[in-house]
């Protein structure tokens, strides 16, 4: 077993996180993230409103009796989302474990705290991680450039994030960006990390096989960054719509958020995952999808992973050889 302190507060047995995902952290992959033994996590705003998140947490509890948790990720919007009702939802149906992402989380962490709850938060640079570190979060999830998403505007890779969370944090972190294998699994432990990885194609993730298909056959190369321009980064997957969303914001005077609101509409996303058609919309993706060959079952995935990390961790020992003094 690979013991961290990131499973003693958990209570799961592999320090593999699935992180929320807009419309593909849904029941079934959740339970089988956390049937496998891992943390699934439902995505809150995948749902429609807070009593459709209810409903969820009871689907998940049919498929699985192991923990599992819940993200809420606070963006900009013109529409606001009930993020209060979400959260309300999930705690008076027995949720313990949440995920919390985006801006101003305080209000958010506050509540979950005062209700006894485990609170992950998400972060992309070293001063939001200790700020919400003071907010009292009791773990973090520490974004790198090489994340599907948004990685913030300081464009810092992994290595360097994870290396200095080690000196600066006081509490466990989550690796998360450019991990689909064993390897970068292994790295990332010997950093002080667990792992958020590629759950996003497994037998059990709700999005089209088309989907799937395209993520195999994708290299490192095959994502770009949309709203650069606008301070907003986000690293999606590079198609037809992402290019044309570039291409405006690379012309003279630039591009404003209204001229590409059509574009990046997130039910044109969704559609993408329903339809299968990879240049519908924008979809997230990491740089990960190089690594990714396969599309196993979460039990599989996560039994690989621990197979390799173990198998990877023996071999490492066997560098140290202890010189004779004679």
């Known amino acids: ?56 947490i009871h689907e998940t509890r049919k498929l699985t009796s192991r923990p599992f948790g819940v993200n809420i990720t606070l963006l900009p919007s013109i529409n606001p989302p009930d993020y209060e009702g979400y959260a309300r939802a999930a705690v008076e149906e027995g949720v313990t474990i949440f995920e919390t992402a985006g801006n101003n989380p305080g209000p958010l962490i506050k509540f979950f705290k005062s209700n006894g709850c485990i609170v992950l938060h998400k972060c992309t640079t070293i001063r939001h991680a200790k700020s919400a570190e003071r907010l009292g979060v009791d773990a973090l999830s520490i974004d790198g450039f090489e994340c599907a998403g948004h990685p913030g505007e300081e464009d810092i890779g992994g290595l360097v994030l994870l290396a200095r969370a080690v000196k600066e944090l006081k509490i466990p972190f989550i690796a998360s960006g450019g991990i689909a294998d064993g390897r970068g699994f292994a790295a990332a432990l010997s950093l002080g990390a667990a792992v958020s990885t590629r759950f996003m194609c497994t037998v059990e993730s709700p999005i089209h096989q088309n989907i799937k298909d395209k993520i195999v056959a994708s290299t490192e190369t095959d994502t770009v960054h949309i709203f650069r321009t606008l301070n907003n980064t986000a690293r999606v997957f590079k198609n037809k719509v992402s290019l044309e969303v570039v291409a405006m914001e690379r012309r003279p005077g630039g591009a404003k958020f209204e001229d590409v609101r059509e574009l990046v509409s997130g039910t044109r996303g969704r559609k993408v995952y329903e339809n299968g058609d990879p240049d519908y919309g924008i979809w997230s993706a990491g740089i990960a999808v190089g690594l990714i060959d396969d599309v196993p079952t979460c039990q599989d995935l996560v039994g690989k992973l621990e197979r390799e990390v173990e198998e990877i961790i023996a071999q490492m020992g066997k560098l140290v050889q202890i010189q004779s003094k004679l």
């Open 1 to 56: 077993m690979i013991i961290t302190p990131l499973t003693k507060l958990l209570g799961i047995r592999v320090p593999v996180v699935q992180g929320g995902m807009q419309w593909v952290g849904v029941p079934r992959l959740a339970a089988a993230v956390s049937e496998a033994g891992g943390l699934g996590i439902l995505t809150a705003l995948t749902q429609p409103n807070p009593d459709a998140l209810r409903t969820a």
